[in-house]
């Protein structure tokens, strides 16, 4: 059983900044791709940062030069350093990401269970 764990999340004044957290646990093999999504309500899911198992980054246009997407291989865990927030960044961010495990022969997506970034004054 692979459990994706979000933390960081919570209310900032705009300019301000949050470093969200996800830590992935149980029997994996090896983690690939990294992702972070978030959604607003009533709005899609969207792709807000990515990163290779290499390292090799992207970012939506909405935030580049604002968020820093990062990993710790030996923590299993990936990162999402989040600076000068806007109001429109408020939304539930998700991590994502791109796992082989002992139980399955290929790789899947799992997901974790949401954290709450509001950027209000």
């Known amino acids: 059983q692979v459990q994706l764990v979000e933390s960081g999340g919570g209310l900032v004044q705009p300019g301000g900044s949050l470093r969200l957290s996800c830590a992935a646990s149980?029997?994996?093999?090896?983690?690939?791709?990294m992702r972070w999504y978030r959604q607003a309500p009533g709005k899609q899911r969207d792709l807000v940062a990515g990163i290779g198992s290499g390292g090799t980054t992207n970012y939506a246009d909405s935030v580049k030069g604002r968020f820093t997407i990062s990993r710790d291989n030996a923590k299993n865990t990936f990162y999402l350093q989040m600076d000068n927030l806007k109001p429109e960044d408020t939304a539930a961010y998700y991590c994502?990401?791109?796992?082989?495990?002992?139980?399955?022969?290929?790789?899947?997506?799992?997901w974790g269970q949401g954290t709450q970034v509001t950027v209000s004054s």
């Open positions: 149980g029997s994996i093999v090896r983690i690939n791709a």
């Open positions: 994502n990401a791109n796992l082989k495990t002992y139980s399955y022969l290929l790789s899947r997506d799992y």
